[in-house]
């Protein structure tokens, strides 16, 4: 079962903003969006944003996700040190029945 | 607030089984689907399978298809994962995620070890 695709890192500079992507295809990011996942280590991963660009409760605005076809993204402006974490995408798939995660990108601020 | 607490790893031989559980409260269990996902040491998140409110449906990935079950106890409010032949791949952090059209909460983790 192929995953969504996800760059492995991404470093930016402190305030600086970091636009994370993860493509995948029309049974899964195309048809329901992506949702956001952050981990940091040694801890679960928490719900950033779900079907494209809805944050729970909690959740900064400073995050913003969107999707253009198969590709989501998600937009963190204003970098700060404790935005430095692992970023996971997740969709369902309708035709295979299944979840599929992206790989993850370690994001580092500088 | 939403709570889920897993239970049930540990070290186990490859070829023997264990039974993962996850205690959830703070919401109605039976109306949300549950799954369950695992991420090896140093590794990214993998699913692992998944089950409706009821309980009627299930689904796998491939690579614990036939070895794994899934079920859950509505009386309980208690999700369980049942593993059996398992595998030196098979070790990792299993977390009991709650399923709202995605996995919004999820819990603690807890580590099974495959080995000799």
């Known amino acids: 079962q192929a995953g969504l695709t996800q760059p492995p890192s991404v470093s930016k500079g402190l305030r600086q903003t970091a636009t994370l992507t993860c493509t995948g295809n029309?049974?899964?990011?195309?048809?329901?969006?992506a949702a956001w996942l952050q981990q940091h280590r040694g801890h679960p991963p928490k719900l950033l944003s779900y079907r494209n660009n809805n944050r729970p409760s909690g959740i900064s605005e400073r995050l913003s996700a969107s999707r253009s076809g198969n590709t989501a993204s998600l937009t963190i402006t204003g970098l700060q040190p404790e935005d430095e974490a692992d970023y996971y995408c997740s969709a369902w798939d309708s035709s295979l029945r299944v979840w599929v995660f992206g790989g993850g990108t370690k994001l580092t601020v500088l | 607030e939403v709570q889920l607490l897993e239970s049930g790893g540990g070290l186990v031989q490859p070829g023997g089984s264990l039974r993962l559980s996850c205690a959830a409260s703070?919401?109605?269990?039976?109306?949300?689907?549950m799954g369950w996902v695992r991420q090896a040491p140093g590794r990214g998140l993998e699913w692992v399978s998944s089950?409706?409110?009821?309980?009627?449906?299930?689904f796998y990935a491939d690579s614990v298809k036939g070895r794994f079950t899934i079920s859950r106890d509505n009386f309980k409010n208690t999700l369980y994962l049942q593993m059996n032949s398992l595998r030196a791949e098979d070790t990792a952090e299993y977390y009991c995620?709650?399923?709202?059209?995605?996995?919004?909460?999820w819990g603690q983790g807890t580590l099974v070890t495959v080995s000799t």
């Open positions: 089950i409706s409110g009821s309980g009627r449906d299930t």
């Open positions: 703070g919401f109605t269990f039976s109306s949300y689907a």
């Open positions: 995620a709650k399923d709202s059209g995605t996995y919004d909460f």
């Open positions: 029309s049974n899964n990011v195309g048809n329901q969006g």
